[in-house]
């Protein structure tokens, strides 16, 4: 199993329908085998540009755990998904976590 980062823009079409469609993401990833390690609902954002016709969308970011047929199960389905006008599915580098934790390590220890 590896680490996933999944970040979804939702439509914003009311708060209970983003959170039914949360919820539906969720149980997507748990039936596929997965375990959702944390979640972070950034809220309603502006978006650059409008997709859809749309000019805000509600920002979700989460860090998954995935067999390996999982991610390309659950990107065929949020393809067709509705509620979602955007999606990023991306595995975690290890090497950069790494990377990261040793210069935050560093820089608590300089201070």
Known sequence: MRDYELTVLFAPESESEVNKALEGVKKLALDNGGKIKSEDNW?????????????????????????AGAPVKISGILNITPEVLRYLLVKVDEKTLKRLAASKAKMDKES
Request: proline share 4%; net charge positive; hydrophobic share 50%.
């Open 43 to 67: 809220g309603r954002k502006k978006l650059a540009y409008a997709i859809r016709r749309q000019e805000f969308a509600t920002y979700v970011f989460m860090v998954l755990e995935l067999p």
